[in-house]
Nanobody, 125 residues
Framework: QVQLVESGGGLVQAGNSLTLSCAAS????????VAWFRQAPGKEREFVAA????????YHADSVKGRFTIVRNNAKNTVLLEMNNLKADDTGMYYC??????????????????WGQGTQVTVSS
C-alpha cells in the first residue's frame, strides 16, 4: 500500500511562492499518475495538477496554469508542486494522490487510490 506524505505548506503573502512536496513510500511513483488536489474552506475538493506515469506533458487546472507546476522526481520517489504568484484564492488544504486514471478521468478524484493527509496553504492578501 502506498503511503503519501505532503509537506511544505504554510502562511505566505500574495504574490510569493511555495513548493509543496509529496513523498511516497510502499510503492514507486514512477508506476502511478500523481495528482494534486486542493480544498478551500466551505468548498469541494478540486483538481490542481497531475503528472501521468505514462509520460508526456503534465496537466494543470486553468485556475493555476502559468503559476503552478507539477514536477515528478522518480529517483527521489517524490512529486513537487511549485506554486508562484500565489493568490488568496489559492488558500486551502492541498492533497497529493496516486492512481492510474485514463486520460479523460485525470481530474476525477474517484480514480485515485491513495491519498495523503494534506498540507495547509494560506495566502494572505
Amino acid at each position: 500500500q502506498v503511503q503519501l506524505v505532503e509537506s511544505g505548506g504554510g502562511l505566505v503573502q500574495a504574490g510569493n511562492s511555495l513548493t509543496l512536496s509529496c513523498a511516497a513510500s510502499g510503492g514507486t511513483v514512477s508506476t502511478y499518475t500523481v495528482a494534486w488536489f486542493r480544498q478551500a474552506p466551505g468548498k469541494e475538493r478540486e483538481f490542481v495538477a497531475a503528472s501521468r506515469h505514462t509520460g508526456g506533458s503534465p496537466y494543470h487546472a486553468d485556475s493555476v496554469k502559468g503559476r503552478f507546476t507539477i514536477v515528478r522526481n522518480n529517483a527521489k520517489n517524490t512529486v513537487l508542486l511549485e506554486m508562484n504568484n500565489l493568490k488568496a484564492d489559492d488558500t486551502g488544504m492541498y492533497y497529493c494522490a496516486t492512481g492510474r486514471p485514463i486520460l479523460s478521468a485525470l481530474r476525477s478524484q474517484s480514480m485515485y487510490y491513495y491519498w495523503g493527509q494534506g498540507t495547509q496553504v494560506t495566502v494572505s492578501s
